[in-house]
Structures are given as structure tokens and as C-alpha cells.
């Protein structure tokens, strides 16, 4: 017997009986993470798809993996998956071996495709019936009670019996996210869930992601980094099979403590001149940013440019401060940078 059930707080508690035919996975412990690699290798004849990865994904966190096309991204969710096996190196999923625990692992997980397919005359509620024949077996009563669960968890409660031809982008990409949902799994792996969507469509996924913080763990891959910054814990990006970073968003983005941006109104020369009589300010840059002149100061005394930096310009004739701050970076900066000092 199996209890399925939401955490503690949540309006629907089911409980069903899992399929005798499906592999019992033992439970993971608070302590280990849902994805850990070591050297994950795969090569193609003479092609290096994927080279050395190490990578540690936590309990409940959104993890997001990035790199350009190529870069190996789809060959380790595979691996991860158990539809492929390493050339060198190991995966483990709650603690279990990719390949020598494949089918224990896949009970727990739940995937979606880029672009998940569907029976077009079917419903959506129909849909994740027909999916749910292959996890449970029980009252059908309770069965229901998780469709309708799942239904409003990814907010299609009022679209639940309308037949999938014609549902749009983002709700055909939230009913496949309900369906790969539907079992409950300990792990979301979702393969670019917001691509091709409008903005809209995107708005909406990347909400349902964040409901399910709660219930799963997940890792997506992506391009769109906006969405990246949105909603992910943490980022792991490749680039030629090789990962170039992995790390809490948060550091990743993290301010420079030696760089600050100004932005003023009125004479830029003398705001420019009152910096460099500063013996700490190394360098100054200037842009133009909506119209008024942006200036990128390094320094090598962190202290005394806190103290005394913006006062400097402050006090100078003819100049009015608009913005100022530590350089802060986003992450289509830092990708792009990392994408080229690996290609260097």
C-alpha cells in the first residue's frame, strides 16, 4: 500500500494501490540528493557527447541546465533516464545506480518530452485516466480524487473535460507536466517546458513549476535563461559536453564587490574627474544608457569606495546621481561569458 499524499496543510489526501508489477524503490534519505554524477562519460564512436560531468542536485530544489545546442544536454537526461548507459563513469538517482537500478528509479520519476503528444478526441481528465491505469490500481473513487488533484495543481481544473485537439501551447505543456505528475514522482525531469510558448503560456508553466516545489524535486533544461532566474535554486550549465558551472543561482549572480555603476545627470567629465582623484579607482567606463551618461567604476579598496565614492559625486557642480550600486550580473551575461572562456 502506498500513500500518495499532499503535504501537510493541502486540501486532498488519496490513497491508491501501485501496480504489483512496479519496482519498489527504497526510500531516499533526508540526507543524500536526487542526482549525484561522477565523471558521467558518453561517446559516440569518436565523438565526446558528454565528458567528466559531476553533479549533485538536492532534495526539492529546481535545478535549471543550460548550454547551446549540442552541448550535450538531451545525451545526460538520457543517461539519467536509464535509456542509455555511460561510456566511464556513474549515476545515481535516491541513491541508486542509473543502469543497474533502472526500472526501481523510473517508478519515482516523472518526464516530459519538449513537445509531449496526445489522443486529440481524448479529454484532458480522460488523459491522465488512461495514464494512471499504469501506476495504480484501487478505488476509483480515489483514482479520480488524484486526476482531479493533479488537475488543479497545474490549474486545468476548468478545462479538465474539453478534448486536448484543442488546447492551446501552455495548457497542452501544463496537462503533459499533470500527466508526467500523476504518479506522485520524487523527481520532475522536464525537457525545455517552456519553449515555443508566448509569453503567456510561459507565465503559466513556470507557475505550476513553482507550485511543485512543494511535492518534487525538478530539473529542466532550458534556453530561456529569463525563466532560469525566475524560478531556479540552482543552474548547471554545459557547453561541448563539458560543465563549465554549477552553483546556486545566487552566487552565480552574485554582485561584484570591486565594480559599481553609476548613473548620472549633467557634466559626466567632472563626475569622471571627481572619481579619478580617488588613488583606489583603477579603471572607469562610460555608456550611454536611456540618454544619460552610465559609468562602470573598478576599485581596489572596497571600504573606502563605500564610504566615499558616491559622496564624491555627489558633491561635485552640475552633476545629479540617478542610480548607483555594486555591479550585479544576469545570467545571460554570465552564460555567454562562460561560454566563451570554455571555447577559449
Not at 68 to 73: E, Q, T, V
Amino acid at each position: 500500500m502506498v500513500d500518495l499524499h499532499r503535504p501537510r496543510g493541502s486540501a486532498v489526501q488519496t490513497k491508491v494501490v501501485q501496480n504489483q508489477s512496479q519496482p519498489v524503490a527504497p526510500a531516499a534519505t533526508v540526507a543524500e540528493s536526487v542526482i549525484h554524477t561522477v565523471g558521467l562519460t558518453k561517446t559516440y564512436g569518436s565523438v565526446n557527447a558528454l565528458q567528466g560531468i559531476d553533479l549533485t542536485v538536492p532534495h526539492n530544489s529546481i535545478v535549471g541546465f543550460l548550454g547551446p545546442n549540442g552541448s550535450g544536454k538531451t545525451t545526460a537526461i538520457k543517461l539519467l533516464l536509464g535509456l542509455s548507459r555511460p561510456t566511464a563513469g556513474k549515476a545515481t538517482l535516491f541513491g541508486m545506480d542509473s543502469v543497474q537500478d533502472s526500472l526501481a528509479i523510473r517508478s519515482r520519476v516523472g518526464y516530459l518530452a519538449q513537445d509531449p503528444r496526445f489522443y486529440t478526441h481524448l479529454t484532458a481528465r480522460e488523459t491522465l485516466a488512461f495514464t494512471a491505469r499504469f501506476f495504480y490500481r484501487g478505488p476509483a473513487e480515489a483514482i479520480r480524487a488524484r486526476i482531479d488533484e493533479t488537475l488543479e495543481l497545474v490549474g486545468l481544473e476548468d478545462k479538465a473535460d474539453r478534448p486536448t485537439k484543442g488546447f492551446s501551447g501552455g495548457e497542452r505543456q501544463r496537462l503533459g507536466i499533470a500527466q508526467a505528475q500523476i504518479n506522485h514522482p520524487d523527481l520532475l525531469i522536464l525537457d525545455e517546458p517552456a519553449a515555443a510558448l508566448d509569453p503567456v503560456g510561459r507565465r503559466d508553466v513556470l507557475d505550476v513549476m513553482e507550485r511543485l516545489r512543494a511535492y518534487t524535486t525538478i530539473f529542466y533544461s532550458t534556453h530561456i535563461l529569463d525563466d532560469v532566474e525566475r524560478v531556479s535554486d540552482y543552474v548547471a550549465i554545459l557547453d561541448h559536453g563539458r560543465m563549465v558551472a554549477s552553483s546556486a543561482t545566487a552566487d552565480l549572480l552574485d554582485g561584484d564587490s570591486t565594480t559599481y555603476e553609476l548613473t548620472i545627470r549633467g557634466d559626466e567629465q567632472a563626475a569622471v574627474r571627481a572619481l579619478r582623484s580617488h588613488p583606489w579607482v583603477s579603471d572607469i567606463t562610460t555608456a550611454s544608457q536611456n540618454g544619460s551618461p552610465a559609468l562602470t567604476i573598478t576599485v581596489t579598496d572596497e571600504q573606502a569606495a563605500e564610504s566615499e565614492l558616491l559622496r564624491s559625486v555627489i558633491a561635485t557642480d552640475d552633476v545629479v546621481v540617478t542610480a548607483f550600486g555594486r555591479r550585479h550580473f544576469n545570467l545571460e551575461d554570465v552564460f555567454l561569458q562562460l561560454v566563451k572562456e570554455h571555447g577559449e
